[in-house]
């Protein structure tokens, strides 16, 4: 495992880890970009689209290590302008919504989607959808773990999804 991993809190209330320590630190904040922009250096990207909240931390720097635009993906009502609108159940159970602005994408733009953690897969599902309807194409996903689940395995196999966490296990597991 990457030791800048370690700075992540798993100690903590509840199924989430908290990951702003690795943020608060800017030798293994910068690693961590260098880590999840790298396997889409060579791939054609024209916008990284980060998840309210601490994906728009990762896909901005993402977007900048890339060169590339940013999109904000926000929650239920943060945009004060006309937008698409798609409905999940987070991994607490609870409905929610994520928020595009409309007609920030042109038909085919090519977009990495990107988020902190990726729980049930069900919040980037909805982000994927957002994108596909704006005429987008998903070019990956990219976060810091992506857990084990049945939305998340059909997202592994339609898309080019990457995980430090994840990755780095496997090949720790392997030798």
């Not at 607490?92 to 602005?101: D, H, S």
């Amino acid at each position: 495992m990457k030791e800048y991993l370690r700075l992540i809190d798993t100690h903590t209330r509840g199924p989430r880890c908290d990951v702003t320590p690795l943020f608060a630190d800017p030798i293994a904040f910068a690693q961590l970009i260098t880590d999840l922009s790298e396997p889409f250096t060579a791939a054609a990207i024209d916008y990284v689209a980060g998840i309210d909240a601490l994906g728009f931390v990762l896909g901005v720097a993402i977007a900048l290590r890339l060169n590339r635009g940013f999109i904000s993906i926000r929650k239920r009502g943060k945009l004060p302008v006309a937008v698409r609108s798609a409905e999940f159940v987070d991994y607490t159970g609870e409905k929610k919504a994520l928020e595009i602005r409309k007609g920030i994408l042109k038909p085919d733009d090519r977009v990495l989607i990107v988020d902190e953690w990726i729980e049930t897969g069900a919040q980037v599902q909805a982000a994927i959808d957002l994108v596909e309807q704006e005429g987008g194409i998903i070019v990956g996903v990219a976060a810091i773990n992506i857990d084990n689940h049945p939305i998340v395995e059909r997202l592994r196999e339609k898309y080019d999804c990457r995980a430090v966490w994840f990755d780095m296990q496997l090949r720790d597991d392997r030798g």
